[in-house]
């Protein structure tokens, strides 16, 4: 094999990897968007079913719950859109390893710990 095979199987290799490793991010974005959508319309439920305690015949409000579930449903959604429409900017897995975050941590260690000026011990 040629340097020129060598060099373009190299690269191939390299582009499936990045191009898995973006997939498996967008999928597990996803997966956390549908969960988010489904939680929330659950909650929206419960709280549409405890409301029917408020009721002297709640029978006839159970429309309470599926409300409640179609508010969910519309919240959630606009939260999952609202957040993949920001981007993907830094998250908290790019702060940890940035310098200002090191420094904090340095900072932090260089402080000596406060001892408090009152101090309360119940013995029984």
Do not use: C
């Amino acid at each position: 094999m040629g340097r020129k095979m060598w060099t373009s199987t190299l690269v191939v290799a390299i582009f499936f990897v990045y191009s898995a490793q973006g997939q498996a991010q967008q999928e597990k974005r996803f997966k956390r968007g549908m969960a988010t959508i489904v939680f929330s319309s659950l909650g929206g439920a419960v709280l549409g079913l405890s409301t029917l305690s408020f009721y002297g015949q709640p029978e006839q409000h159970a429309n309470n719950v599926s409300t409640g579930a179609v508010l969910g449903f519309i919240f959630g959604s606009g939260y999952v859109l609202m957040d993949s429409s920001r981007g993907s900017g830094p998250r908290q897995e790019n702060l940890e390893s940035s310098s200002e975050t090191q420094s904090f941590r340095h900072f932090a260690s260089q402080v000596p710990p406060v001892t408090p000026a009152i101090e309360v011990v119940f013995d029984f």
